[in-house]
């Protein structure tokens, strides 16, 4: 079964700078997709940005970029220019690529604040 | 178009009575999902709805869970003698049918205390 860690239960950024939130995960699969979600005090989950497996480009949208390093399971998210609306829960999460039901698999999150 | 609705928003039961939270998805969305957000538990999946086929219910915690999906269309998680380790937020969530690659689009939750 896949698995998705994410290390940082609290991040903390001043606004305009840069923060980096840490994603690892296990599989023995080859083609899936990743994703990173936002999830502010609505409760309402957010798509902030995904990626497929077999690209070995990097997503970006906007201010958002991911790395995506394949063979060491890693899928980082980046956030340039910090605004006080991104301050939410980020989960990290895998989903198969292979028929089925292709649920996410999420982890724990992380709780981001930004510091005006 | 109208997102992913749900209803309550936020439920108190007393433990050991049942309850019912409700998902009106997104129209066109055939495949339909149910997730727990719990403390403990962190984000997990629950249950799968696709067209006609048979639901995917392998992580339903215990008997006490079921589901249907009406029509294709909107769905009841059932929760039968609520116990306090079920009190946490529902989630639901749909997508297109078709390829993998589609998004999954996520409603605002059902928040559930079990006193």
């Known amino acids: 079964a896949q698995t998705v860690t994410q290390s940082q239960p609290e991040m903390s950024v001043q606004e305009a700078e840069t923060v980096t939130l840490s994603c690892t995960y296990d599989t023995s699969e080859s083609d899936y997709y990743l994703f990173w979600y936002k999830q502010p005090p609505s409760r309402q989950m957010i798509l902030v940005i995904r990626?497929?497996?077999?690209?070995?480009q990097n997503a970006t949208e906007n201010r958002f970029s991911v790395n995506f390093q394949k063979a060491a399971k890693s899928f980082s998210l980046k956030i340039s220019d910090s605004q006080l609306g991104d301050a939410a829960m980020y989960f990290c999460?895998?989903?198969?690529?292979?028929?089925?039901?292709?649920?996410?698999?999420f982890g724990q999150g992380t709780r981001l604040t930004i510091n005006p | 178009g109208a997102g992913v609705s749900q209803s309550p928003s936020n439920k108190v039961t007393e433990k050991g009575k049942d309850v019912e939270l409700r998902c009106d998805p997104i129209?066109?969305?055939?495949?339909l999902y149910w997730y727990r957000q719990s403390l403990g538990q962190g984000l997990e999946f629950l249950i799968y709805f696709q067209g006609n086929s048979a639901p995917d219910k392998s992580g339903l915690p215990s008997d006490r869970f079921s589901a249907e999906r009406t029509g294709g269309s909107v769905s009841t998680l059932t929760i039968q003698r609520t116990q306090q380790e079920d009190s946490a937020v529902y989630l639901c969530?749909?997508?297109?049918?078709?390829?993998?690659?589609?998004?999954?689009?996520f409603g605002p939750g059902t928040r559930l205390t079990v006193t």
């Open positions: 969530a749909t997508r297109l049918a078709g390829g993998p690659g589609y998004e999954q689009y």
């Open positions: 129209s066109g969305h055939t495949a």
């Open positions: 990626q497929e497996a077999y690209k070995q």
């Open positions: 999460a895998y989903r198969s690529y292979a028929a089925g039901a292709q649920k996410l698999v």
